[in-house]
């Protein structure tokens, strides 16, 4: 078991210790002095150079652990291939579109992809890829031309900082189909029952096709309270986040003053 030097977070404090990276499991050093095996995990979830590791058969346990770059795609290899999760052998591409154009140095790469509870991982020689489960907008069981053959694969439509690309995964038909089904079931929670009205959906495409508030409120002829009402509802049904809080302000008479001054013209 090779040690490593890492901080882990312990009474809301970051602690420096070490992690012993085992072929089945994980040792943390103090204060923590404890013993992961890699088939506990459920889950996995990565944020710059750290990862909180989330354990036990009740997920009860989690660990969150910072280190170098190096160590943490080590720590990340042998969780993936090694995690309790719905797990499968396949090529895959991700992200393969972005923008409907094909992206330049998309190639596909064979390894492996698990399921966990928060997000979809792809794992290679090359790469490490997560795409969290809810940032997916699609999941579509079609046909792709490979090597000039027509073959079955998953395709995932999925957003990367607020855009959305594709992923894709190839492995042999009735695994595939398995996998579908899964990826299905996992991501339902993404999927909306109800039906919007005319005017929010309409608002809702604009919004995706790129528009600030200030050109929507223009094109439909809406006030700024009608349009905020508008964004309540896709907020409330999980279609929108806030990105920021805009401002309207008047001027003071102070401001008035000020501005009264400064275009009047200068006297002599």
Not at 33 to 51: A, F, T
Request: proline fraction near 4%; charged fraction near 25%; include cysteine.
């Amino acid at each position: 078991m090779k040690s490593v030097p890492v901080k882990v977070e312990h009474e809301d404090k970051w602690v420096p210790t070490t992690m012993g990276i085992g072929e089945d499991r994980i040792h943390i050093g103090a204060p923590l002095d404890c013993e992961i095996p890699y088939k506990s995990m459920v889950d996995l979830e990565e944020k710059k150079n750290q990862v909180l590791i989330t354990a036990g058969p009740d997920a009860e346990e989690t660990y969150r652990i910072a280190s170098v770059e190096k160590v943490l795609s080590v720590l990340k290899k042998f969780i993936i291939t090694q995690c309790s999760a719905y797990r499968l052998n396949a090529f895959f591409m991700s992200p393969a579109i972005r923008g409907g154009v094909l992206v330049q140095d998309a190639h596909w790469e064979k390894g492996a992809i698990a399921v966990m509870k928060t997000g979809i991982w792809f794992v290679s020689q090359e790469s490490q890829v997560c795409i969290p489960l809810g940032d997916v907008a699609g999941i579509e069981f079609t046909r792709r031309e490979i090597q000039e053959k027509d073959l079955d694969v998953v395709k995932i439509d999925h957003l990367i900082e607020n855009e959305v690309v594709t992923s894709f995964v190839l492995c042999p038909k009735t695994t595939l189909q398995v996998l579908y089904n899964f990826l299905s079931e996992a991501t339902q929670n993404s999927e909306y029952e109800g039906e919007l009205d005319p005017l929010t959906g309409q608002v809702a495409m604009l919004v995706y096709s790129g528009m600030d508030s200030s050109a929507i409120e223009n094109m439909l002829k809406l006030s700024h309270k009608d349009l905020d009402a508008i964004y309540e509802r896709l907020l409330a049904t999980g279609f929108a986040e806030v990105l920021y809080v805009r401002k309207e302000i008047q001027l003071t008479a102070k401001g008035v003053r000020y501005i009264s001054d400064a275009v009047k013209s200068p006297t002599n």
